[in-house]
């Protein structure tokens, strides 16, 4: 690739150096990027076609080992692998410059650099590419932290599917437990489609009072209420050209839904204080933990909008139903974490994998990986054992709930469910909330729903 058709960030906590690169690259480069925060990286390259990435290595000025930079460097490898990395630092010995190679870094920079011999670095870089960059097979897919892995047939049968329908424009439903990693297909399918290079905006809309879902969804002028303190673009206008992810969409209410469907059957919106209509070219995938017979219901969801934004559904299948993952999951947690808290590589022992086989894993994906971050968090030795692995306090505190049957209602469960763990914290909405994976809004909407 020629230098002056890429885009560049540059991720380095020095206002200075930040300075300097950008004077040095605004007219060599398509596109410079500059971030202090690393903990934005996976942001910008999700709303951005990076092409390579100067990291410094020391985010922290009492701390200046290079594991910082060795931690941001596998994250950025494991979420874009084709994406060259030049690390940067002030401190040129040759270790810590073995070690980023061998962690995946394409060349090693010491600070101060050499103007001349930096632009070619990155040209030189840049000029081995091979060609453009190609998708990511789904099982490999990652969003966030966590990667979808699976081995499981549940698991290929979803991958297959994916496969066929991520390189169109269908709208898509994901159903889905809590905790299954509904938001994360989302993402993998956003990177297999053709807008891949193009942004992936997540909104959780069932948190979303009335007046926050239009001006979050749909934008504001300044002055259309009380805060409107600026123009403000919605997420629908974010989102062109590429991927919107509506999460939580069962929860949102019937006037909601109806405000919704306009939009996405004129393919236009109108942000709140303007009549002006603004066309909208955006890929559509909504997710919700309400089974779809349920969501059916007329008195709580219009059958039209189902209709609009179910053009092909997956269903997340709960852990329970493909165990056989559970190893290749808790691995590969226990290797992220290991690497998040500078630990050496760890493993399991075959005690413990048994014993995470034999849980049952009501919060799904979700709970196995915090699962595994405290155990690694408070391992002593780098084989995990079964007394390092302590499941969730939710999870065990509830064994007095009803089991599904016939005769109990899934929203019987769902309502018993909250009102145990609000009495385990005395009515401490926030506390339960967090025990429960919901938001604050989430809980208090099913608070109003069961009249508790």
């Keep these: ?38 903990e934005n990286i996976n942001s910008i390259l999700t709303r951005n076609q990076v092409d390579l990435v100067l990291l410094d290595m020391n985010f922290n000025s009492t701390m200046n080992t290079g594991n910082e930079g060795i931690y941001w460097l596998r994250k950025i490898k494991e979420w874009r692998p084709n994406v060259c990395v030049i690390m940067i630092t002030a401190y040129g010995h040759i270790d810590l410059a073995v070690r980023s190679l061998k962690e995946g870094a ?19 870089l840049l000029d081995k590419q091979e060609g453009p960059k190609k998708p990511k ?12 892995l699976g081995e499981a047939d549940v698991m290929q049968d979803i991958f297959y599917k994916v496969n066929k329908i991520a390189p169109t424009d269908a709208n898509i439903l994901i159903l889905g437990e809590n905790g299954t990693g509904k938001d994360l297909m989302a993402k993998a399918i956003h990177e297999r489609s053709l807008r891949a290079n193009k942004p ?24 259309a209420f009380t805060d409107a303190r600026e123009d403000r673009m ?9 991927t919107l992810f509506l ?44 089974p779809l017979q349920e969501l059916a219901n007329e008195n709580k969801f219009r059958k039209d909008l189902i209709y609009r934004i179910n053009t092909v559904e997956i269903t997340m299948p709960p852990l329970r139903r493909r165990t056989s993952d559970i190893p290749v999951l ?30 049952g894993f009501p919060g799904n994906v979700r709970e196995l990986q915090y699962t595994i971050e405290r155990a690694v968090i408070m391992a002593e030795e780098d084989v995990l054992q079964p007394d390092d692995l302590i ?5 065990t505190a509830l064994p007095e709930a009803p089991q599904l049957t016939d005769n109990v209602p899934l929203s019987e469960m769902e309502k018993n469910a909250i009102l145990r763990v609000i009495e385990k914290h005395n009515g401490n909405i926030t506390r339960a909330a967090k025990e429960l994976g919901l938001t604050r809004t989430a809980l208090y909407r099913r608070l109003n729903k069961y009249d508790i």
């Design 247 to 290: 999460d939580e969409i069962g929860n949102i209410t019937l006037q909601q839904q109806a405000k919704l469907l306009t939009i996405l059957q004129n393919r236009q919106v109108t942000r709140l204080g303007t009549n002006k209509p603004v066309d909208i070219n955006i890929r559509l995938i909504c997710a919700t933990n309400i």
């Design 106 to 124: 394409n060349d090693f920079v010491v600070k101060p650099w050499h103007n001349e011999r930096l632009l070619e670095t990155l040209s030189e």
């Design 330 to 359: 808790a691995r590969h947690f226990a290797k992220m974490y290991a690497a998040k808290y500078m630990k050496p590589p760890m493993d399991l022992s075959n005690q413990a994998l048994n014993k995470l086989q034999m849980y």
């Design 234 to 242: 919605g997420r629908f206008e974010e989102a062109e050209g590429g």
């Design 1 to 38: 690739m020629i230098l002056k058709k890429a885009t560049v960030l540059v991720v380095d906590d020095d206002i200075d150096v930040l300075t300097a690169v950008k004077l040095l690259l605004k007219t060599e480069v398509h596109e410079i990027i500059t971030e202090k925060n690393p």
């Design 137 to 148: 097979a789904v099982a490999k897919s990652t969003a966030g932290s966590t990667a979808i």
């Design 200 to 223: 992936f905006i997540k909104v959780d809309v069932g948190a979303l009072t009335d007046t926050l879902f239009e001006s979050e969804l749909f934008g504001h002028k300044k002055g």
């Design 391 to 395: 499941f969730s306090s939710l999870e």
